[in-house]
């Protein structure tokens, strides 16, 4: 078991680093491509991917879903559901790593591998929720979703964009600020995405949970989502993903798995640096944006805009 999780970890690598050769040839435009109208990296989503994605592949209702707008903390989130599941269930253990867990990327034949995967898979996207296909609505899947401040986001993503061989970069934060503001980047707009999730906070196949509360107690969070999937975990269960699930474990985790992309995932993992980027004039902005989408909502609560994103 453990030489084919190292050989799966390889292959991964040596897939970042040819796709990462194969952008060096393109322009920026070749990096992206649009399907219904929302950017995507064009060297890791396909039409075909999507469309199997709605036709082929079977949601179960004992899968676990992570839905999060791009650098809110979905690799973080799926960390902790992998540690998890083979808590529940030893069986998964030599399924893990087989496919990308982002759904809209990678080949449609990834859909059958995870056909394969017993209970429970874990999974996720970036999808809208308009985009998600009605299979996971209509099967029960539970969605976990995910959000983090947007000031924190924009930040986060905008180094994304300037680090990632595999998207275009941006020339200056300024430009880049713009674009995010419009919803003119990859999977769009934050704002249209939360302002979608607000509605959707009710149904009991979701639970929405922050960066910021995990970075607050990272142990309470794994037993709020732990209770959620109605996973039974014992103290010293809780602990050991808690100290995997640690900015510094998972970085140091990724030197050996993958350490190009690990630079590029892990960055800097703090709450509030968007100070460091964003100018008066910014911040504002984006507070009267968030006042205009969120304010009063149970999602603007939820993501205590007044204590994460003003100075
Ligand atoms: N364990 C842990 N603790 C705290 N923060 C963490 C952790 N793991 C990942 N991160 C930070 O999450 C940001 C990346 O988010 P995503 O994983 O959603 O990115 S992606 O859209 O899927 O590429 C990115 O945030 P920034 O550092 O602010 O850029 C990561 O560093």
């Given at each position: 078991?453990?030489?084919?999780?190292?050989?799966?970890?390889?292959?991964?690598?040596?897939?970042?680093?040819?796709?990462?050769?194969?952008?060096?040839?393109?322009?920026?435009?070749?990096?992206?491509?649009?399907?219904?109208?929302?950017?995507?990296?064009?060297?890791?989503?396909?039409?075909?991917?999507?469309?199997?994605?709605?036709?082929?592949?079977?949601?179960?209702?004992d899968d676990a879903m992570i839905?999060?707008?791009?650098?809110?903390?979905?690799?973080?989130?799926?960390?902790?559901?992998?540690?998890?599941?083979?808590?529940?269930?030893?069986?998964?253990?030599?399924?893990?790593?087989?496919?990308?867990?982002?759904?809209?990327?990678?080949?449609?034949?990834?859909?059958?591998?995870?056909?394969?995967?017993?209970?429970?898979?874990?999974?996720?996207?970036?999808?809208?929720?308009?985009?998600?296909?009605?299979?996971?609505?209509?099967?029960?899947?539970?969605?976990?979703?995910?959000?983090?401040?947007?000031?924190?986001?924009?930040?986060?993503?905008?180094?994304?964009?300037?680090?990632?061989?595999?998207?275009?970069?941006?020339?200056?934060?300024?430009?880049?600020?713009?674009?995010?503001?419009?919803?003119?980047?990859?999977?769009?707009?934050?704002?249209?995405?939360?302002?979608?999730?607000?509605?959707?906070?009710?149904?009991?196949?979701?639970?929405?949970?922050?960066?910021?509360?995990?970075?607050?107690?990272?142990?309470?969070?794994?037993?709020?989502?732990?209770?959620?999937?109605?996973?039974?975990?014992?103290?010293?269960?809780?602990?050991?993903?808690?100290?995997?699930?640690?900015?510094?474990?998972?970085?140091?985790?990724?030197?050996?798995?993958?350490?190009?992309?690990?630079?590029?995932?892990?960055?800097?993992?703090?709450?509030?640096?968007?100070?460091?980027?964003?100018?008066?004039?910014?911040?504002?902005?984006?507070?009267?944006?968030?006042?205009?989408?969120?304010a009063g909502t149970a999602l603007g609560k939820k993501l205590?805009?007044?204590?994460?994103?003003?100075?």
């Amino acid at each position: 078991m453990e030489g084919e999780h190292q050989n799966q970890e390889t292959d991964q690598k040596q897939q970042f680093d040819s796709i990462s050769r194969l952008a060096a040839t393109k322009t920026p435009e070749e990096l992206v491509f649009l399907y219904k109208g929302i950017q995507y990296p064009s060297l890791l989503c396909s039409p075909e991917t999507f469309e199997a994605l709605e036709k082929v592949f079977q949601p179960r209702p004992d899968d676990a879903m992570i839905i999060s707008y791009p650098k809110c903390g979905f690799n973080w989130v799926f960390q902790l559901l992998t540690s998890m599941a083979p808590m529940v269930n030893k069986n998964v253990e030599g399924h893990i790593d087989k496919v990308i867990p982002l759904l809209e990327f990678g080949k449609p034949e990834k859909f059958k591998v995870m056909e394969e995967s017993p209970a429970p898979r874990m999974y996720g996207t970036h999808l809208y929720y308009g985009d998600i296909p009605q299979s996971f609505f209509q099967n029960n899947t539970k969605m976990l979703v995910i959000f983090r401040n947007p000031k924190d986001t924009a930040v986060s993503f905008f180094h994304f964009y300037n680090k990632n061989p595999l998207i275009p970069s941006f020339k200056s934060w300024d430009e880049f600020f713009t674009r995010f503001m419009s919803g003119e980047v990859m999977w769009g707009s934050y704002f249209k995405y939360a302002v979608t999730w607000n509605k959707h906070m009710d149904n009991p196949n979701v639970m929405v949970v922050t960066y910021e509360e995990l970075k607050a107690d990272l142990a309470a969070g794994i037993k709020k989502i732990a209770e959620f999937l109605k996973y039974t975990l014992t103290e010293e269960q809780v602990q050991s993903i808690a100290e995997g699930g640690t900015f510094g474990a998972m970085q140091e985790k990724y030197k050996t798995k993958n350490a190009s992309f690990g630079q590029v995932l892990f960055r800097k993992g703090e709450v509030g640096d968007w100070k460091n980027l964003f100018t008066e004039a910014q911040s504002r902005e984006m507070d009267a944006k968030f006042e205009e989408c969120l304010a009063g909502t149970a999602l603007g609560k939820k993501l205590n805009y007044n204590v994460y994103c003003k100075y």
